[in-house]
T-cell receptor
Framework: GIQVEQSPPDLILQEGANSTLRCNFS?????LQWFHQNPWGQLINLFY???GTKQNGRLSATTVATERYSLLYISSSQTTDSGVYFC??????????FGAGTTVTVRA | DSGVTQTPKHLITATGQRVTLRCSPR?????VYWYQQSLDQGLQFLIH???????AKGNILERFSAQQFPDLHSELNLSSLELGDSALYFC??????????????FGPGTRLTVL
């Protein structure tokens, strides 16, 4: 099956710092989504981004499909950004394959 | 709020028992998916239903089964429960047709604890 690798596995930030999370995938994808899992366990949709660049407030994402990677940028981080960020890809079969996640801790 | 609802939020039961998890998709979504999140396996796809029909199976155990009803809600049945079945079970839905038809939205999950 497709391999989805996220890096770094853990990230500790001071409030106000910027960061970049990376997702590499091993095959061409039909869909790529970024999620934030908050401390209560809920999976929150951040981006639907099979290709291109999108921005939503302090978050932005870029997927370079031809090179099989996606980046999630967090700017001016806040303590509420803490949690686990997942990248998930889909090959056209409607099954999302998730990476192992990046655990982000933002300290005040 | 994604619009996907799941009940119950928490479930504590004993080994050997059977439980049913329920999911209602977003209004208008025809596809329902079930995922399991455990500490050792991460988030894994279990099964996909579209408009009442099973469309794909992932790493779903034979002790587990699911169905989607005519009103599009879905149930995941877990039987002969083992300690290792303790996990967070998510339901997701997607439109399956139209623009961004494969974008999945997740419910809040059901946390199952098997003692």
């Amino acid at each position: 099956g497709i391999q989805v690798e996220q890096s770094p596995p853990d990230l500790i930030l001071q409030e106000g710092a910027n960061s970049t999370l990376r997702c590499n995938f091993s095959d061409s994808v039909n869909n790529l989504q970024w999620f934030h899992q908050n401390p209560w366990g809920q999976l929150i949709n951040l981006f639907y981004i099979p290709s291109g660049t999108k921005q939503n407030g302090r978050l932005s994402a870029t997927t370079v499909a031809t090179e099989r990677y996606s980046l999630l940028y967090i700017s001016s981080s806040q303590t509420t950004d803490s949690g686990v960020y997942f990248c998930a890809v889909e090959l056209g079969d409607y099954k999302l394959s998730f990476g192992a996640g990046t655990t982000v801790t933002v300290r005040a | 709020d994604s619009g996907v609802t799941q009940t119950p939020k928490h479930l504590i039961t004993a080994t050997g028992q059977r439980v049913t998890l329920r999911c209602s998709p977003r209004s208008g979504d025809l596809s329902v998916y079930w995922y399991q999140q455990s500490l050792d396996q991460g988030l894994q796809f279990l099964i996909h239903y579209y408009n009442g029909e099973e469309r794909a199976k992932g790493n779903i155990l034979e002790r587990f089964s699911a169905q989607q009803f005519p009103d599009l809600h879905s149930e995941l049945n877990l039987s002969s429960l083992e300690l290792g079945d303790s996990a967070l079970y998510f339901c997701a839905s997607s439109p399956r047709t139209g623009y961004r038809s494969n974008e999945q939205f997740f419910g809040p999950g059901t946390r199952l604890t098997v003692l």
